[in-house]
């Protein structure tokens, strides 16, 4: 008999679009989350996130979704999936205290033969370590036995429109085996094919594993785009010729810096969790190290190629296209651009940007210009730098337009004053 009732804590990037899912799939879905903007917004029909459209959430509430910022109002449930997020804390270190909150509002609405699911990204164990308990105090129950327990973490790909909640194999890993059951049980009703790690530290691991390998193979291509250009080697040409190889490659490429929730913060969370052990994650502390670099290199190039344009970069007028951390989306946490704004800045520049998904861009509570005449703003600035080569952008004829260009994605037609990264 399938589960019916599904609460989803923390309706963002990752729980609003599994909501659309389960309630697409026949559940009966809440939402509860403590931004009374957000359920207020969602209630009214809004989505706040790039990949669900406001039809989606129009046609959840039609079928009783409810979003809800009073933990009271919420209900118990069959399924209660966990998604708030997990930040650093000012240490660099994990700071699980939305988790531990969420769980404690699971726990007070947890009855027996209910599923906890968490899907925030986390070190391995927190699971076991520190959900179980939180939740087998509260409810007096036994984790296995009283309720089910189970980690799947999130892999969607934000703006990625082959890739889905429903098409991407959905890791499960139960804290008993029972669990697991139950976990594979609810979502192999809402995705098409459900992976059952050995446990939920396995599946807390794969996540981990996942984001490590970008950052890694990331800061390889930057570390690479660095000293390619002074061998006079053009490192987008050499890796399109690698990824013709048909296996053993995997393409990345370079960048201005990493940006996003999974890349520049998660693994982080298993390099605390190593430390723990008296020894560093080396692999993760040198991928920190040179793509966090990447921004204050990005200034760098602008200087000299403004230099070798006889202009200074103090008082140049430079135009950032695309200040979200990835393309054709409106996220901005984490993006590189707010480094680059602010390290150009600092050197005199005067900074503007345009990007369409951004209506207004703020860093360190300055407001920057936003140029909203696109073809005018390339012309007049001194210094145009590409950070995100949106869909909307019509790179040749930016490229046409500009004095001097900056191209930090590969993405820009070949020309003299345009410069790859
Ligand atoms: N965004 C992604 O692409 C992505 C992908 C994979 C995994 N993740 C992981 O998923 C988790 C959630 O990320 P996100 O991007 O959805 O974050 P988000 O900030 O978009 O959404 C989290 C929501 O949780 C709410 N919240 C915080 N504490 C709460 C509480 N105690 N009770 C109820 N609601 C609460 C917040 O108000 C917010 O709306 C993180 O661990 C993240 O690392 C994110």
């Not at 979502?187 to 390998?213: F, H, P």
């Not at 990493?258 to 969790?273: A, E, Q, R």
Request: some cysteine; overall charge negative; aromatic content about 6%.
């Amino acid at each position: 008999m399938p589960a019916k009732d599904v609460l989803v804590i923390g309706l963002g990037y990752v729980g609003l679009p599994l909501a659309v899912q389960a309630a697409r799939a026949g559940f009966r879905v809440t939402g509860y989350d403590t931004r009374p903007e957000v359920t207020g917004g969602l209630m009214a029909g809004r989505s706040h996130v790039d990949d669900v459209t406001d039809a989606e959430v129009a046609g959840m509430l039609a079928q009783g979704f409810r979003a809800v910022c009073d933990e009271a109002l919420a209900g118990t449930a069959d399924v209660i999936v966990i998604c708030v997020p997990t930040p650093l804390s000012v240490a660099d270190g994990p700071d699980l205290s939305a988790v531990k909150a969420a769980t404690a509002t699971a726990g007070r609405l947890l009855r027996a033969g209910t599923l906890v699911s968490l899907e925030s990204t986390t070190y391995p164990g927190t699971t076991d370590e520190v959900v179980r308990p939180l939740l087998e105090k509260a409810s007096g129950l036994s984790a296995g036995i009283g309720f089910s327990l189970a980690f799947s973490p999130e892999r969607i790909d934000p703006g990625n429109p082959e890739y889905g909640l429903r098409n991407t194999p959905k890791i499960v890993g139960g804290v008993t085996p029972s669990c697991a059951d139950a976990a594979a049980d609810f979502y192999g009703q809402i995705c098409d094919q459900v992976v059952r790690a050995k446990s939920a530290r396995e599946a807390e691991m794969a996540k981990l594993l996942e984001n490590t390998y970008r950052h890694v193979n990331i800061a390889l291509v930057n570390e690479m785009a660095i000293f390619c250009r002074e061998l006079g080697v053009d490192l987008w040409d050499a890796i399109r010729c690698a990824a013709t190889k048909p296996f053993g490659f995997q393409a990345f490429y370079p960048g201005p810096g990493v940006g996003g929730h999974c890349i520049p913060i998660d693994p982080n969370y298993l390099s605390y969790k190593v430390r723990t052990l008296g020894y560093p994650f080396r692999f993760v502390e040198l991928a920190q190290e040179i793509n966090g670099r990447m921004p204050g290199y990005v200034t760098e190039r602008a200087a000299e190629l403004l230099n070798r344009n006889a202009q200074a970069l103090n008082g140049a007028r430079v135009l950032l296209l695309g200040v979200t951390y990835k393309r054709d989306i409106a996220d901005q946490r984490e993006s590189p651009a707010r480094p680059i704004a602010r390290k150009l800045r600092r050197r005199g520049a005067a900074v503007a940007f345009h990007d369409p998904h951004v209506a207004q861009w703020q860093v360190d509570d300055v407001i920057v210009p936003r140029a909203d005449d696109l073809d005018a703003a390339v012309a007049a600035a001194d210094l145009v730098i590409l950070l995100q080569p949106h869909e909307a952008y019509d790179l040749a004829r930016i490229a046409g337009t500009a004095r001097l260009l900056l191209d930090t994605r590969g993405a820009m037609p070949a020309a003299a004053h345009v410069e790859a990264l």
